[in-house]
C-alpha cells in the first residue's frame, strides 16, 4: 500500500512467492493466486466432477465409520457380561439351650439310670447316668421281696405273664407267719390254714402289698428250706455280678439285707424284664381269694409315668424306693428310667425325691428355638443399584438335653436369576442325633442392567470373552 500526493490511498496488491514455502498463510495467498489465475470457467467439469465424488465418498466412509464404531459400541455395551451380584452372608448365631440343674436329693444314696437317650446323654447313661451318695451297700428293706420273686422263678419258671403257675396249699405252719410277722411289724396279708393259689397269686401277694409272710411261705415251700433258699440266692447273685449285694432271710425285715445303688438298679431291670413280675409290680391293687383284696405300697405309681417296682423301710429315715418309668420328652422314643432311692426320711420325702429328679429329666429336654422366618442373613448387591436380602424360609427349632451345643453350617449358591422367594440355600443346625434345616431366600428380585446403565458405565462391563464358555 502506498500514500497518493493528495493524501489519499492507492490500494493494491503485489503478490510475490514467499521465500520460505513452510510458511502456512504464504501457501494459502499462493493457492488464491493461482485459483485467480485459473479462476472462472478454467476447470474441467469432469475434473470438477470427479473431485466432487471423491469428497462425497470420502465423506460417505466417514459417516460410515462413525456409524460401525457407533453401533459397534452399542452393540458391545448391550450385550457385554457384568459382574454377578455380590452375596454377603451373615450366618445367625447358634443359641445355646438352658442348662438343667439336678437337685441334690436329701437322701443317703440314689441313682438313676436312662436307656433310649444314649445319643443325648452319652453310652454311660443307660448304665448309671447319676448317683449321689457313698455307692456303699445300704439297708434295703422290702426291696429284698424282688430278689425274693426273681430266685423262685428262677427255679419255678412261670411260662409267661397270663401262666398261673403251679398251686400252692399253704398249711398250719404258714398261717402261724401271719402272727410272727405282725408281732415283728411287718407288713401281712392273710393266710389262712389250708389256703390254696397259684404260685403267680402268691407272688403277687407278696409284691404288691408287700407281705413278708408270704415271702417267707412262698420261699420255703419251693426250697424246703429257707438255707436251701438263701443257698439259691446267693448262686442267683453271684450268676448276675452283683457282688455288693447281701441277702440273709426273704423278707428285708433284717438291717443286714443290704444292697449298693448300682446293684439295685441291675436288679430292677431284672424285674422289670421279667413278664410276671413287671406285670405284678405294675398292679395297683388285686383281689386274691385267701389274701382277699391287696392294694401296693408304691403311692407314685401311674404318678409321672413311674410304672412299677418296689418300695422298702425299715422306720424313719430308712424308706426306699425301686422304681422305673417312662418319660416322653419328644424325642423318637420314650425313655426308659430306672430309679433307686435309699435312706429317705419318710415316704413323702422319697417320693418328692423321685417326682422332682423325674420333672428334670423331662424338662431337660427341650426345643431350643432357632431362627425365626423372615430373619436375614444375607444381602445381595450390584453395581447398578438393584439389591435383595437373604432370609431363612422358615422358622426353625430343635430338640436338645440341657445345654447340648448346636454346630450350624450355612451353604447358599449363586442361582441364575434372583427372584423372590427363589431359594439360594440351606441353614442346617445340628445338637445330638438330631438336625433341622431351613431354607434360605431371596427377599425382593435382582432386576438387570438397564440399557442406559449400561451406555454410560462401560467400565463395569467385561470383554465377551468374560462370559465364559
Keep these: 500500500m502506498r500514500m497518493t500526493s493528495d493524501g489519499g490511498r492507492d490500494e493494491g496488491f ?35 466432477r470427479r473431485r466432487r465424488r471423491r469428497g462425497l465418498v470420502v465423506s460417505a466412509v466417514c459417516v460410515l465409520l462413525l456409524l460401525v464404531v457407533t453401533g459397534g459400541y452399542i452393540g458391545w455395551a448391550l450385550t457385554a457380561p457384568v459382574d454377578p451380584p455380590a452375596v454377603a452372608t451373615r450366618a445367625p448365631q447358634a443359641p445355646v439351650g438352658a442348662a438343667v440343674s439336678l437337685a441334690t436329693p436329701p437322701v443317703a444314696a440314689s441313682a438313676i439310670s436312662i436307656a433310649g437317650a444314649d445319643a443325648y446323654l452319652g453310652e454311660a447313661a443307660s448304665g448309671t447316668w447319676s448317683a449321689t451318695g457313698t455307692g456303699e451297700p445300704l439297708p434295703m428293706a422290702s426291696i429284698t421281696k424282688l430278689i425274693t420273686a426273681l430266685v423262685i422263678l428262677d427255679a419255678a419258671p412261670l411260662a409267661s405273664a397270663d401262666d398261673p403257675g403251679p398251686t400252692i ?10 402272727d410272727e410277722y405282725y408281732v415283728r411289724g411287718a407288713t401281712i396279708a392273710p393266710m389262712p390254714t389250708g389256703t390254696s393259689m397259684s404260685l403267680h397269686d402268691a407272688l403277687a401277694a ?10 417267707d411261705a412262698l420261699s420255703t415251700r419251693i426250697f424246703g428250706s ?14 448276675h455280678g452283683l457282688s455288693g449285694t447281701t441277702v440273709t432271710e426273704p423278707t428285708g425285715i433284717s438291717p443286714r439285707n443290704t444292697s449298693t ?16 413280675i413287671a406285670r405284678i409290680v405294675a398292679t395297683p391293687s388285686v ?29 424313719e429315715g430308712t424308706h426306699n424306693l ?17 430309679g433307686v432311692v435309699l435312706g429317705g426320711a419318710s415316704r413323702e420325702s422319697v417320693n418328692a425325691t423321685v417326682l422332682a429328679a423325674l420333672e428334670s429329666i423331662r424338662s ?106
Excluded: C
Design 14 to 48: 503485489s503478490m510475490t512467492a514467499p521465500d520460505q514455502s513452510a510458511d502456512g498463510l504464504s501457501d494459502f495467498a499462493e493457492l488464491m493466486a493461482r485459483e485467480q489465475e485459473f479462476g472462472g470457467d478454467a476447470i474441467d467439469p469432469a475434473v470438477r
Design 169 to 178: 396249699t399253704f398249711g398250719k405252719a404258714d398261717h402261724d407267719l401271719y
Design 206 to 215: 407278696m409284691l404288691i402289698p408287700s407281705a413278708s409272710n408270704y415271702a
Design 226 to 239: 429257707q438255707s436251701a433258699f438263701l443257698g439259691a440266692t446267693r448262686d442267683w447273685l453271684a450268676a
Design 261 to 276: 445303688p448300682a446293684d439295685l438298679l441291675a436288679i430292677a431291670k431284672l424285674a422289670a424284664a421279667h413278664p410276671a
Design 287 to 315: 383281689s386274691i381269694p385267701g389274701a382277699g383284696a391287696l392294694h401296693t405300697t408304691n403311692g407314685l405309681l401311674g404318678t409321672a409315668g413311674i410304672t412299677g417296682l418296689k418300695t422298702g423301710n425299715l422306720g
Design 322 to 338: 425301686l422304681y422305673t418309668a417312662t418319660l416322653d420328652v419328644g424325642a423318637t422314643d420314650r425313655l426308659a428310667i430306672t
Design 364 to 469: 431337660g429336654f427341650h426345643q431350643v428355638p432357632l431362627a425365626t422366618e423372615g430373619q436375614e442373613v444375607g444381602t445381595v448387591s450390584t453395581p447398578w443399584g438393584s439389591d435383595a436380602t437373604l432370609v431363612i424360609g422358615e422358622s426353625a427349632s430343635i430338640l436338645t438335653w440341657s445345654d447340648t451345643p448346636i454346630e450350624l453350617t450355612m451353604d447358599v449358591e449363586m442361582p441364575s436369576a434372583y427372584r423372590d422367594g427363589t431359594v439360594v440355600g440351606r441353614i442346617t443346625w445340628t445338637a445330638g442325633p438330631n438336625t433341622v434345616t431351613a431354607p434360605v431366600e431371596v427377599s425382593g428380585a435382582i432386576d438387570p442392567p438397564t440399557e442406559w446403565w449400561r451406555l454410560t458405565h462401560p467400565s463395569e462391563l467385561g470383554s465377551p470373552w468374560d462370559a465364559g464358555p
